[in-house]
């Protein structure tokens, strides 16, 4: 038990230190290549990051820890964010971490995995979306949005089934 509750623990404090992390990262570093000469706002690959974080912190922590971890996201989004993006950050973090949870919660019982890739899915479309339209007025580096956080999703899968085969191996 001790090492579940310390593993949620970290899992959630790394998921909340994505978010004061991403919207530096948009503030002081502009737009980053993400592949194929797409460019998106250099928060991307931490947004990414932030829902895979969501989705292993639930795992570990449990629902009400994330719900709780996601209304501290919120608020440190806003108080946190450049008074320009503050808005744009919050509620496009808020919307997409909701929808996250929302898809994650029924499709857990058919595997992690699955239910990473689809929750993922809906929240970097939502994030993506409501970001770069309330920030910048403009859907300019939706692609770019898109692939970087299609990235953060894709190498975490990798990472957890590379992970769970290995465990696999181990037991045998």
Known sequence: MKASVTAGSVALIAYIATIPAANLAVTHLGAV?????????????????????RDLSREA????AVLGAIAAGIVISYVLADPDLAVASTVAFAVAELADFVVYEPLRQRGLLIAMVAS?????????????????????????????????????VAILALLRRRRRRVAL
Not at 36 to 41: E, V
Not at 42 to 48: E, N, R, T
């Open 33 to 53: 290549p993400v592949g194929f000469g797409y460019l998106a706002p250099a928060g991307v690959y931490l947004v990414g990051l932030a829902l895979v974080l």
């Open 61 to 64: 922590a449990g629902r009400l």
């Open 120 to 156: 993922n899915a809906i929240g970097i479309i939502c994030d993506s979306l409501l970001f770069l339209q309330l920030a910048f007025g403009s859907l300019e580096y939706l692609s770019g949005q898109i692939l970087g956080k299609v990235w953060m999703t894709l190498a975490a």
